[in-house]
């Protein structure tokens, strides 16, 4: 069962009116929240498992008045997600019924497995850091992860593709495993 703090990060994921907006109140939102020890400008040797940095544009400043809304979001799902050793941000058994753009995201400790993605789901561009999981997950329609960066080992194995996947100029830091 996904941990309580998912209703935030759908919430979150629904909440900007544009992508350029997506992306800066959530990359904004984990460089605020995220716990200055996971935050680092250069992963340390032997820890790319528990290091997080910033977007190449650095942290996005947030506004007085975005960190208000974002407190009320926080407020109406859940709280403000905390970090422990569970996946920080649980998708698992998610059904998503339209398109999904989580482009140019930070992911930390993502977890997409046995998530069904029944439309086109876009990852272009995002970041994943500490661990992230797609095992069983259910791609229906085309899945673009052009130019998406995994700081960890990330597992696809049992994943199905339904259309084509785009994994070009995607880095795999950690490696993959595709079973």
Not at 1 to 9: G, I, L, V
Not at 42 to 68: A, I, K, M
Not at 118 to 136: D, I, T, Y
Request: some cysteine; overall charge negative.
């Amino acid at each position: 069962m996904p941990n309580a703090h998912t209703a935030f990060w759908m919430a979150l994921l629904d909440y900007a009116s544009d992508q350029d907006q997506r992306a800066r109140l959530w990359n904004g939102y984990i460089g605020w929240k995220l716990p200055p020890r996971l935050r680092t400008e250069t992963p340390r040797s032997g820890s790319l498992r528990y290091s997080v940095r910033p977007p190449p544009d650095g942290w996005p400043e947030l506004t007085e008045s975005e960190r208000s809304e974002l407190d009320t979001l926080a407020r109406e799902h859940g709280g403000h997600p905390t970090w422990r050793n569970e996946p920080y941000m649980d998708f698992s058994r998610r059904n998503f019924g339209s398109g999904v753009d989580l482009s140019e995201l930070t992911l930390v400790g993502a977890d997409f497995r046995n998530v069904r993605f029944n439309a086109e789901v876009r990852l272009r561009g995002s970041r994943f850091f500490m661990q992230a999981r797609f095992e069983e997950a259910t791609f229906v329609a085309g899945a673009c992860f052009r130019e998406a960066y995994f700081e960890p080992h990330v597992t696809f194995n049992r994943a199905r593709f339904f259309d084509p996947a785009d994994f070009s100029s995607v880095e795999f830091k950690g490696g993959a495993s595709f079973d």
